[in-house]
């Protein structure tokens, strides 16, 4: 085996994610993050002593438990730097968020010859949902290309923007290539053209400190599971102003103002886009998360992944045909390709060295034909990794050249 000379130090806290047993290299949390103690410990309070729902009961525990789920959305709205608690509305995951600004903005807004200005490197949640109304509203869609090293070309966008551009949608880390956008000059560009800017978070939340309020977009989502909370709890953040002037998305209870058939008007933001008894322990642990990645510190976390990065290109390199995708200062996430063995067959092998790795197209595909793949193998750091992983991510790719000759 090859020497490397790791610099990157854990963070150390693999102690308290109980379901990464010892000897096992989790790099997948691109995908979803593994749990922290202090997240499950909320969750199994949640239900076993404080259980209640919110916003409807009279009685003493649903008033403490709406007490809390409100005190959640107010530290939620610290975390990203959301100047009101009233501009946080809790959805299913960025997937939802998305859907929930193209479908409320999209179909209030967007006329026919209308424009909307994506990038190649989206997730397929950011493209679909903007294919679904721009079909529905006779909009276009436009791509922003990519720079070599894989950053959206915030050059060519400039150049492409006019107009009739009423939305920008771009991710603010990609979930491939791990390039970071210039939020703030996404932004400016966007606003210059007299067009929106949504920013996908959801690989950006987990790794680097936010605040919307200073990138200066106006619309920001993520999802809980991949910042170490549970699954089903997103968040949608909006400018007040656009979201008490969008309609609601879906009916239902909570997020009405009054209801009968000769007419029915609605709650203001955000109970209006929150329909239906919500996701209420699921809020507890996103609060849990955000206290759990707090306490340890979002610069802490960033220069953490960062020199996992770039350990593990430095190692990667090294190795003869390997492919390395992304920039050199990617957050927290590295995607290549051996030459002659497909993906699948990289992170079928490395599972059998206890190394978890994702391969696939990652909800990117027309990323993966700009790189002219069907495939990556991805790894993607957490703060349970340390510089053991990338060693055993080094180990494991030695054996699967040794497979494939
Ligand atoms: C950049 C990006 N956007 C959106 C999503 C969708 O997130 P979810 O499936 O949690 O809604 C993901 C998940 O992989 C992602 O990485």
Known sequence: MMDIAVSARPLDHVADFPAIPHGWSYLDTAATAQKPQPVIEAIARGYSETYATVHRGVYQRSSEMTLAFEAARRRVAGFIGAPSSDEIVFVRGATEGINLVAQSWGGANLKPGDRIML?????????????MIAERAGAEIDVAPLTQDGRIDLDQMAQMLTGRHRIVALAHVSNVLGSVLDAKR????????????????????????????????????????????????????????????????????????????????????????????????????????????????????????????????????????????????????????????????????????????????????????????????????????????????????????????
Request: hydrophobic share 45%; net charge negative.
């Open 119 to 131: 990038s190649r490197l989206e997730h397929h949640s950011n493209i679909v949902p903007w294919q």
């Open 186 to 405: 996404a932004a400016a560009l966007a606003h210059d053209a007299g067009a929106l800017l949504l920013l996908d978070g959801c690989q950006a939340v987990p790794r680097m400190p936010v605040d919307v309020a200073a990138l200066g977009c106006d619309f920001y989502v993520f999802s809980g599971h991949k910042l170490y909370g549970p699954t089903g709890i997103g968040v949608l953040w909006g400018r007040a102003e656009l979201l008490a002037a969008m309609p609601p998305w879906q009916g239902g209870g909570a997020m009405i103002d009054k209801v009968s058939f000769e007419g029915t008007s609605f709650a203001p933001p955000p109970a209006r886009f929150e329909a239906g008894t919500p996701h209420v322990v699921g809020v507890l642990g996103l609060e849990a998360a955000v206290a759990y990645v707090e306490r340890i510190g979002l610069e802490a976390i960033g220069a953490h992944e960062a020199a996992l990065v770039r350990e593990t290109r430095e190692a990667l390199s090294s190795l003869n045909s390997v492919r390395l995708f992304g920039p050199d200062d990617a957050a927290g996430i590295v995607s290549f390709a051996v030459e002659g063995v497909h993906p699948h067959d990289i992170g079928t092998i490395l599972d059998e060295s206890r190394v978890a790795i994702r391969a696939g197209h990652h909800c990117a595909q027309p990323l993966m034909a700009h790189l002219g793949v069907d495939a990556t193998a991805r790894a993607s750091f957490g703060v349970y990794n340390g510089p053991g992983d990338i060693a055993a991510l080094v180990r494991g790719l030695e054996r699967v050249r040794r497979i494939f000759g």
